[in-house]
Each structure stands twice: as C-alpha cells, then as structure tokens.
C-alpha cells in the first residue's frame, strides 16, 4: 500500500527524518491557514518542504479554508498562488494542491458552487487538474454535489478513520478518489496517514 503523511506546525521538527524509513510515496503540508480573516503561512512550511525536496520525494500542499462566500475563496486562492510563486518557484506540487474544508465556516449550503467554482478557476490557471478537496466523509455527503464532483472529476480525498474500507469510495467509485486519510497514529506517533491511489 503506498503511503502519504500530512505534516503542519504541529509535527515535531525531526518528523520528516522520522517518517523516511516507511518508505512514504509523499508528503501532503500545511500551506496555511486563514486566522481573523487573513491568510497565514504555516510556521513550518519552509522547513518541511526544503527537507522533503533534499529527500527527493514529492509533496502536496493543503490550504485550510476559512471562506465565507465567493470573494474570500478567491482571497484565499490568490494567495495560494502568490506563495507558489514566491516559496516554490510556481511549480505545481506533484501530489496536488487540496482545499481543506473541516472549519464551521465552510460548512454551509451554499458552499459547492464557491468551491467548485474557485477550483475551476484554479485548474484554468495551472493548467492543471491536480486541485482538489480534503475533508471528512460526511462533509462530501452533506455539502458537495457528488454528480458534478464526477462530472468535473475534481479530485478527493477523505478522512474517515477507524473503519475497514474507504466508504466515499467504495460508494462513488465514480469519483477521482486519490486518496483517503484512514489514521491519526502511525508507529505510536502523533500522526495523520493516508492511502494513496494516486491521479
């Protein structure tokens, strides 16, 4: 099973040394955060992603949303890109660039056609189809519309711990269900894992 681990300010500093020998396909960092309506870089960021890049290994990056309508998403995504610009030369990261959509904020009716419509402008962009949606399992059955989901073949990839099998994908094997975040812990640590299926 190939592996991915996310990593934010809250790993310790020698994690990513930690976390090489399970010979993981990559890592997924924390970008930031918007905290009292701006958008914050991860205090360890940088860090990570010089580390992971000497390591020759791929990486994604998550942003954690806090929008509350169509103009803060697209806050949020301008600022995404200043920061590829500026910190990854505008390089698009090879395991994608995720919306993490957990906070009350982004936990409303109206919410799909904002985030649907910021990753379209978003692939438009980069040209590329790798920007996609992180949340829990519930979340993509309560809020997203699971037939444009498909159609548009955003990417996903869900949290769903404790249970046997990815349920999002075993109940929409339509989707572009890249990834599924199954633990916490790994190895008695402090630790979010995921399986990677890839794009």
């Known amino acids: ?3 991915v681990f996310d990593l934010s300010e809250y790993q310790p500093d020698d994690r990513i040394q930690e976390l090489l020998s399970e010979n993981p396909e ?25 580390e992971i890049t000497a390591a020759g290994l791929p990486y994604g990056i998550y942003y954690v949303s806090h929008a ?66 992180y949340s829990g399992y519930s979340y993509f059955n309560q809020y997203v519309d699971m037939d444009e989901l498909a159609f548009y073949q955003i990417p996903v990839w869900v949290a769903q711990y404790g249970y046997y099998e990815n349920s999002l994908k075993a109940e929409h094997p339509e989707l572009k269900n890249v990834a599924w975040q199954y633990g916490d812990t790994y190895n008695d640590m402090s630790q979010d894992v995921s399986e990677w299926y890839g794009f």
């Open 1 to 3: 099973m190939s592996i």
């Open 68 to 133: 509350h309508d169509e103009d803060e998403f697209m806050m949020e995504a301008n600022w995404i890109n200043d920061q590829m610009a500026d910190l990854l030369s505008g390089n698009m990261p090879e395991l994608g660039i995720w919306w993490d959509v957990e906070v009350e904020a982004v936990c409303r009716e109206d919410v799909w056609p904002q985030l649907r419509d910021v990753i379209g402008t978003m692939e438009g962009w980069y040209n590329d189809m790798r920007i996609g949606i």
């Open 26 to 50: 990559g890592f997924i960092l924390k970008l930031g955060e918007t905290i009292s309506g701006t958008p914050s870089l991860d205090p360890k960021f940088v860090q990570f992603v010089n």
